[in-house]
T-cell receptor, first 110, second 113 residues
Framework: KNEVEQSPQNLTAQEGEFITINCSYS?????LHWLQQHPGGGIVSLFM???GKKKHGRLIATINIQEKHSSLHITASHPRDSAVYIC????????????FGSGTQLTVLP | EPEVTQTPSHQVTQMGQEVILRCVPI?????FYWYRQILGQKVEFLVS????????KSEIFDDQFSVERPDGSNFTLKIRSTKLEDSAMYFC???????????FGQGTRLTVV
């Protein structure tokens, strides 16, 4: 069973700051997902990555397969980035469903 | 952009009643999922559905729960004899792992009173 751990649990930043959220997992996986959960509860997929780095606008996700670790970075943070960020991974190498981390509540202050 | 649609967005039901949560998945996706999130807790996997049958289920998904795809488009989660502890946000998700990201619906907030 994959243990997916995130840190920090809560993060408050000033607008413009560079944000890093970390995720570690215990079992080798095919891909790791970063998700964003809005205050209303809806979940949006940000990234799915299996190696290296992906970038979408001000968001960057990296993964180190050997160390079983991934990071989500937000450059030039903005109050609209305030949300819960969740990493998720399959519970085992062959599984199709996801095991979720507990999420990081990000608040960006103007 | 394709999206997963869930109805209703919010349902209030009395304890002991049956509820059916509905989802319209993205049409060319092969795997369908139900997840739930109890308030303040992690999102938890309930069940996955592939090729018109259950592929995997968690220990949460007991005889109280069932899923089906009755008409080839809708994907439903039925909860029989609801309990107070079934109150949660229920998410439908679709994808074609491991090659695609997961697409989530907006969720159905179920409140059992």
């Amino acid at each position: 069973k994959n243990e997916v751990e995130q840190s920090p649990q809560n993060l408050t930043a000033q607008e413009g700051e560079f944000i890093t959220i970390n995720c570690s997992y215990s079992v080798g996986i095919s891909a790791l997902h970063w998700l964003q959960q809005h205050p209303g509860g809806g979940i949006v997929s940000l990234f799915m990555l299996s190696s290296g780095k992906k970038k979408h606008g001000r968001l960057i996700a990296t993964i180190n397969i050997q160390e079983k670790h991934s990071s989500l970075h937000i450059t030039a943070s903005h109050p609209r980035d305030s949300a819960v960020y969740i990493c998720a991974a399959p519970p085992s190498g062959s599984a199709r469903q996801l095991t979720f981390g507990s999420g990081t509540q990000l608040t960006v202050l103007p | 952009e394709p999206e997963v649609t869930q109805t209703p967005s919010h349902q209030v039901t009395q304890m002991g009643q049956e509820v059916i949560l509905r989802c319209v998945p993205i049409s060319n996706h092969l795997y369908f999922y139900w997840y739930r999130q109890i308030l303040g807790q992690k999102v938890e996997f309930l069940v996955s559905f592939y090729n018109n049958e259950i592929s995997e289920k968690s220990e949460i998904f007991d005889d109280q729960f069932s899923v089906e795809r009755p008409d080839g488009s809708n994907f439903t989660l039925k909860i029989r004899s609801t309990k107070l502890e079934d109150s949660a946000m229920y998410f439908c998700a679709t994808g074609t792992p491991p090659n695609t990201e997961a697409f989530f619906g907006q969720g159905t907030r179920l409140t059992v009173v």
